[in-house]
């Protein structure tokens, strides 16, 4: 049976860092953003077994995935909401503790957003967030970057749109989060690999899947875009590891009070 290939599978040794991270106690309700199909939030309600963990996410697809695996395992202590964070109305001064698993990057005010999160925080409690560092920093990004538009070519950039990279600066974000009133921010190098699957054929399927993949293939004729898919596929093949297809990256813990 092939590997299935999934976002969770892909951050399976970050999730390990990010969970000790957090130090959620027994009795904590945790609050977490991003929370994709939810399995972060499933591992911080097994260790708040008498608190309560919701899991938030803009993606209705991803809440319904979410909910399914989450009914399944029997949890009790679990619930999800579709909701956007920067305007969704939570409970005031509700949360022990707010994680996130590379969710909270995309805001279109960002300042707004981690606002309202400290608002569903109570006093002394505590956000911890998982962040990718530069573009430059991550062997991934830089990879995909150079085989869909060749080794000289200058980093993608994302005008308008999605920046997985938009909280890699910590001045940026210490500047952001005090402004949306939190304090005491730290932050806490993390360098693991990711996996993109267990042959060359997987780790394209799940890189082709990327959205700033797509767009870039669509902005370049079809020989130019069956150019560019050979040299990613050269760039997996180069990282195919045995046992699956790794890449290096670094990413960011990064923690706050309220």
Same mark, same amino acid.
């Given at each position: 049976m092939s590997d299935p290939m999934d976002y969770d599978a892909e951050l399976r040794l970050h999730n390990e860092v990010l969970r000790l991270a957090c130090d959620i106690s027994r009795h904590d309700r945790v609050l977490d953003i991003g929370c994709g199909a939810g399995q972060t939030t499933r591992d911080a /309600?097994? $260790?708040?077994?008498? &608190?309560?963990?919701?899991?938030?996410?803009i993606s209705a697809g991803m809440i319904a995935r979410a909910q399914v695996l989450t009914d399944a395992e029997g949890l009790r202590n679990v619930r999800f909401?579709?909701?956007d964070v920067q305007v969704h109305h939570f409970p005031s001064e509700h949360f022990d503790v707010v994680i996130s698993r590379f969710g909270t990057m995309f805001f279109a005010d960002p300042t707004a957003a981690f606002s309202n999160i400290r608002r569903a925080l109570r006093s002394e409690g505590r956000l911890v967030m998982m962040v990718w560092q530069d573009h430059e920093a991550n062997e991934w990004s830089v990879s995909i970057q150079q085989g869909l538009a060749g080794r000289d070519s /200058?980093? $993608?950039?994302?005008? &308008?749109?999605p920046d997985p990279f938009s909280l890699a600066d910590p001045t940026t974000v210490e500047r952001i989060l005090s402004a949306a009133g939190f304090a005491e921010t730290t932050f806490?190098?993390?360098h693991e690999p990711v996996y993109?699957?267990?042959?060359?054929?997987?780790?394209?399927?799940?890189?082709?899947?990327?959205?700033?993949t797509q767009d870039m293939l669509q902005r370049l004729d079809a020989p130019s875009a069956e150019s560019a898919l050979e040299r990613l596929r050269e760039a997996l093949?180069?990282?195919?590891?045995?046992?699956?297809?790794?890449?290096?990256?670094?990413?960011w813990i990064v923690t706050a009070i309220r």
């Amino acid at each position: 049976m092939s590997d299935p290939m999934d976002y969770d599978a892909e951050l399976r040794l970050h999730n390990e860092v990010l969970r000790l991270a957090c130090d959620i106690s027994r009795h904590d309700r945790v609050l977490d953003i991003g929370c994709g199909a939810g399995q972060t939030t499933r591992d911080a /309600a097994r $260790i708040a077994a008498a &608190g309560s963990a919701v899991g938030v996410d803009i993606s209705a697809g991803m809440i319904a995935r979410a909910q399914v695996l989450t009914d399944a395992e029997g949890l009790r202590n679990v619930r999800f909401e579709q909701a956007d964070v920067q305007v969704h109305h939570f409970p005031s001064e509700h949360f022990d503790v707010v994680i996130s698993r590379f969710g909270t990057m995309f805001f279109a005010d960002p300042t707004a957003a981690f606002s309202n999160i400290r608002r569903a925080l109570r006093s002394e409690g505590r956000l911890v967030m998982m962040v990718w560092q530069d573009h430059e920093a991550n062997e991934w990004s830089v990879s995909i970057q150079q085989g869909l538009a060749g080794r000289d070519s /200058a980093p $993608i950039v994302f005008p &308008g749109g999605p920046d997985p990279f938009s909280l890699a600066d910590p001045t940026t974000v210490e500047r952001i989060l005090s402004a949306a009133g939190f304090a005491e921010t730290t932050f806490t190098d993390v360098h693991e690999p990711v996996y993109y699957g267990e042959d060359v054929a997987a780790a394209l399927d799940w890189v082709r899947g990327f959205s700033y993949t797509q767009d870039m293939l669509q902005r370049l004729d079809a020989p130019s875009a069956e150019s560019a898919l050979e040299r990613l596929r050269e760039a997996l093949a180069a990282h195919d590891r045995g046992p699956g297809v790794w890449f290096d990256s670094r990413a960011w813990i990064v923690t706050a009070i309220r």
